[in-house]
């Protein structure tokens, strides 16, 4: 019992580690290798104390006691991350890579102590169990087997059942209770008192995973934390790391001064009226709302692979006020492979903070989506930059180059380049008089589009779904900024029409 209950605890662990961490950090796989590489780390050493410990002092008492230590710590983690991870984001704040790297190491640390003790059960049992060398490799071998058939049930429940049903928090107090429970029949029944006090702690309420004023609504999805915050006359999205905008709703007007007012001035490119248009990564629907004001021809797609996303895009951005979007919950690129349909216009704007999926950025999705595409349609992409460091877009417009017979770029704003790509080459004279056309609302948006578009050509190595290294350059980009300690704010059209 106290090897198979510890499997669990260890793997549910770390499942929610994602968890708690996503909010500020995301869930790149660079966050995930920072997880798991914890979570191994911390079982090698519990092994290596556990052995050392069981050879002099081979206590079914002091092993159950370990264990009740181990629950103990696993449901303290979710009350302690809190100061922890508030200094992680303000370490963020301050753009400091020093406080970043730091209050990363610090929330990491929250969950090495538990996972250390969980890791020490193993080899204490199997000291405990043999009785000679003649079964002591079938008895290992029934205790490694326990264990790891405890990390499948520790795997698997919290991510399928638990986590989506109940949350994190009382996922992380449950398994903590359900840890406790093996050690009672090892140290007495008065010690059930641990886990039953332990699952006292399910009736505390979650509270909210970062106190933000102006939070109108907030909830923990099937993929990430959900924010919506309301300040001023703006309301505003927040997934996982909290930093970011991903959508923006203003009542007077569709318009945002952000990014997404560059896809306003995809459309006009065509030189024709967009009829069939595919976003992917809708979001809160702020572009499918413009795109209703704007361009109420438009039959639309749009794409969330998050169903909770695209339902606060409903009660909070305007998403319905669009009556001719069609909402798909699912990944962008299966999406774009399972479909049947030829667009006008495939927009892009998947690109969760800070990193770009990789397989959204290959030669092989650009494929794709020209096969997608109309003979004469155009894809359009959002592309994180920072001032002065443009390498992130420049991989990817020159990739994309390697399959589009013209592509074109607008550094639009400080931190986002729009990035095009036409199935149909156009002269340069020819694209800025059809920016020209934009309505009225876009032309100041679209005159910059005109006088600042640049050629792309392909690069010398596309990336493709084997390499793609969007997280060593994207780490890069934000390692350098962040030691120029710049931070400034601007708006790319008025919000409100003249």
């Known amino acids: 019992m106290l090897v198979f209950f510890a499997g669990i605890g260890s793997m549910a662990t770390e499942m929610c580690a994602s968890r708690l961490l996503a909010p500020f950090f995301g869930s790149s796989t660079v966050v995930w290798a920072n997880i798991i590489g914890l979570v191994l780390a911390a079982l ?27 629950a103990a710590l696993v449901a303290l983690v979710p009350f302690a991350a809190a100061p922890f991870l508030e200094l992680a984001v303000s370490g963020i704040d301050s753009v400091s890579v020093g406080a970043v790297v730091g209050s990363f190491v610090a929330s990491l640390a929250l969950f090495a102590p538990p996972v250390v003790l969980l890791g020490m059960v193993t080899p204490f049992a199997v000291r405990l169990g043999v009785s000679g060398v003649d079964d002591a490799g079938s008895f290992a071998g029934r205790v490694f087997a326990l264990s790891t058939v405890g990390s499948l049930l520790g795997t698997f429940v919290p991510a399928l059942v638990t986590i989506p049903l109940v949350g994190t928090q009382r996922t992380l107090i449950g398994a903590a209770a359900v840890i406790a429970a093996g050690a009672v029949p090892v140290l ?11 699952a006292a702690l399910l009736l505390v309420p979650p509270g909210m995973v970062k106190a933000t004023p102006g939070v109108l609504h907030e909830e923990e999805s099937t993929y990430q934390f959900i924010q919506v915050v309301e300040r001023g006359d703006e309301r505003r999205l927040y997934l996982n790391e909290g930093h970011a905008i991903h959508s923006v709703w203003r009542a007077a007007t569709p318009l945002t001064g952000g990014e997404w007012d560059m896809f306003l001035c995809a459309p006009p490119l065509l030189g024709r009226e967009a009829r069939e248009v595919a976003i992917l990564g809708s979001a809160g629907g702020t572009t499918a709302r413009a795109y209703g004001a704007y361009y109420p021809g438009a039959r639309i797609d749009a794409v969330e692979i998050d169903g909770a996303v695209s339902e606060v895009g409903r009660a909070w951005f305007g998403l319905a006020e669009n009556p001719r979007v069609t909402v798909h919950t699912a990944d962008a690129r299966p999406f774009l492979l399972s479909s049947t349909r030829r667009y006008d216009l495939i927009l892009i704007d998947a690109y969760r903070q800070p990193y770009v999926p990789f397989y959204l950025a290959t030669r092989e999705f650009f494929s794709l989506a020209r096969e997608r595409l109309t003979d004469d349609g155009v894809i359009a992409l959002n592309v994180s930059t920072v001032p002065g460091d443009t390498r992130l877009a420049e991989a990817i417009a020159g990739t994309l180059a390697a399959e589009f017979p013209q592509v074109v770029t607008w550094q639009a704003l400080r931190f986002n380049q729009f990035v095009v790509g036409l199935a149909t080459p156009q002269p340069a004279a020819r694209l800025r008089a059809r920016l020209l056309e934009t309505p009225v609302d876009i032309l100041p948006a679209a005159r910059l589009f005109a006088a600042q578009l640049r050629p792309a050509s392909a690069v010398a190595r596309p990336w493709t779904d084997d390499r793609a290294p969007v997280e060593w350059i994207t780490d890069r980009m934000i390692a350098a900024y962040a030691m120029r300690g710049a931070d400034e704010s601007e708006e790319l059209l008025p919000t409100a029409p003249d």
């Open 44 to 70: 090698s050493v519990g092994y290596w104390i556990g052995g050392r410990l069981a050879d002099r002092r081979p206590s079914p008492a002091l092993l159950g006691r370990l264990v009740l230590a181990g």
């Open 188 to 198: 007495g029944r008065r010690w059930a008192v641990v886990p039953l006090a332990i």
